[in-house]
């Protein structure tokens, strides 16, 4: 964590994810204004979902950040009995709030379901976008001279 509160994420693929995810869901939510002509339902249901999959993204992550680092970190019984206990409650209020969030964005402020559905794959267009990416392959002289460095 920065001193300003702001979380980096360390892996570059993981970044890469974040920001085509990010993207993706802006691209589609000028894509849906346009296609509704000017409504501003259809974008503000994209963006909806993409808030949507963006709470429910960065609690996995917390929760697998968390339990991965208490294994790593912690060998004791108690302590880590009760971080567990603690991740777990926070998981369940994380998709508490995400339940409460979705009722709020399909049954109060009645926006179109596809719109949400459009936004909530943002993440998975980013993960495709990833997926795809050409790999870059290197001759088999970089690849020694990497292993030489490496040593």
Known sequence: MMPDGAMTELDPVLRRVERNGVIACGVMAAIAWAIARGRLDAPLGVIGGGLLVAVSYRGIKGGIDALVGG????????????QAAIGLVKFF???????AAAYV?????????????????SLVVAVAREAVRPVRSKSPGNVEQDV???L
Not at 71 to 82: D, K, P, Y
Not at 93 to 98: E, F, K, Q, S
């Open 71 to 82: 294994v790593v970190e912690r060998s004791g019984g108690r302590n880590r009995r009760l």
């Open 93 to 99: 209020t994380r998709y508490g709030i995400l339940a």
């Open 105 to 121: 964005i399909m049954a109060r402020l009645r926006l179109p379901p596809l719109a949400i559905f459009a936004g909530a794959s």
């Open 148 to 150: 030489d460095r490496r």
